[in-house]
């Protein structure tokens, strides 16, 4: 039946099919081998702060270069890389290697983290892109210690 407007007209239902069948793969990894690749990663960081006091903030990102290849015969480098990606323990360890950088580029402690994370097959291993965004918190630690112990003692100087 059409409908007058020339829109389109009714359609017939049908019944769902009681069972869907999907084949999915699963993929475990080992954290030990991953914290052996890790450390002996290559890792080339950029970035610096911008901005002063409270509004201090740090752009900057990390190359991690995992020295690895296929193991087993049919795997590719492009394999592992989607393999990888999609690996919260990995993405996890190279957030916190991003962090540790960028905390020694900031010069202090580094709020909540930002970070945009790619991986890739290089010419090397699997490259994983770690693009890093924090607000700089204040150094507690650079001020005097007699400032401090003033302060603790009530006499706020």
Known sequence: M???DGGPGLAKTRHPPLFHSRTLSLLASSDGRWEKLFEKADVVSEGA???EGVERSYFGSSD???LLG??????TLDGLASAIAMDPHVR???MRMARREAQQRANGPLDSL?????VRACARGVAVHVDVEARVNPDRRAAPRTLVAACAEGRGE
Not at 70 to 75: I, K, M
Not at 114 to 118: K, L, N
Request: hydrophobic residues 30%; proline residues 9%.
């Open 49 to 51: 702060p911008r901005g």
């Open 114 to 118: 930002r970070a945009e994370i790619t």
């Open 64 to 66: 991690i270069v995992l």
């Open 92 to 94: 996890l360890r190279a």
């Open 70 to 75: 296929p193991e087993r015969g049919g795997e």
């Open 2 to 4: 059409r409908r007058k």
